[in-house]
């Protein structure tokens, strides 16, 4: 069956300037610019304000929209204005994540590279490999070792390359040829 439209409204904060052509989605706000692309989907994006003529206050919003769609291609209008909100909310107040060191036997040995650049893995289940994780740009990694010792900080505005670079992590700490309960590497927790 097949839906006429679809839409999703996300509204914009009064400091967030947003600006939409061609599908590229342009977020600027008190902590940086975003550029997102989404030419790869089928839906028009348009960035609408209105104002109320008793307040004269302006509202505006972005409209994400799908004409003529099947059921599993709805999917795209909530993906794609969920990516616009984290776009916001990147921009507004950021995302900070907190990695959790956890081992067993072998005290796992962490230095970081740089200012925050880069991260050395050292002693990862005994072995001799010193492993370099770099980060991708705009993250940036602190360590508070008078609070909590084996915890990371990752900060950044992009929602995507935060997870794209955890997802680094877990690749670099991939174990093969032993079984998955001697493997305890890393925790995310907030």
């Known amino acids: 069956m097949k839906y006429i439209l679809t839409e999703e409204h996300v509204p914009i904060p009064e400091k967030i300037e947003i600006t939409q052509k061609s599908k590229v989605v342009k977020v600027k706000g008190p902590r940086g610019e975003l550029t997102k692309n989404f030419r790869h989907s089928a839906l028009d994006i348009q960035v609408s304000k209105k104002v109320n003529k008793k307040n004269n206050v302006a509202k505006s919003r972005v409209s994400v929209r799908m004409w003529q769609s099947y059921r599993k291609q709805r999917c795209q209008v909530n993906s794609v204005a ?25 005290p796992i040995i962490i230095n970081l590279i740089g200012n925050g650049q880069g991260v ?71």
């Not at 969920?82 to 072998?106: D, E, P």
């Not at 929602?159 to 890393?186: A, K, V």
């Open 82 to 106: 969920s990516q616009i909100r984290n776009m916001i909310r990147g921009v507004t107040t950021g995302y900070k994540f907190k990695m959790v060191l956890a081992y067993a036997h072998f």
């Open 120 to 190: 050395e893995i050292k002693n990862f289940l005994g072995e001799k490999i010193i492993r370099t994780i770099k980060c991708l740009p705009g993250v940036t990694i602190t360590r508070n070792e008078a609070e909590e010792k084996n915890v990371l900080t990752l900060q950044g505005n992009d929602f995507e390359q935060r997870f794209t670079h955890l997802c680094t992590y877990s690749l670099s700490l991939c174990c093969q040829e032993q079984g998955y309960q001697t493997i305890l590497g890393w925790n995310l927790c907030q």
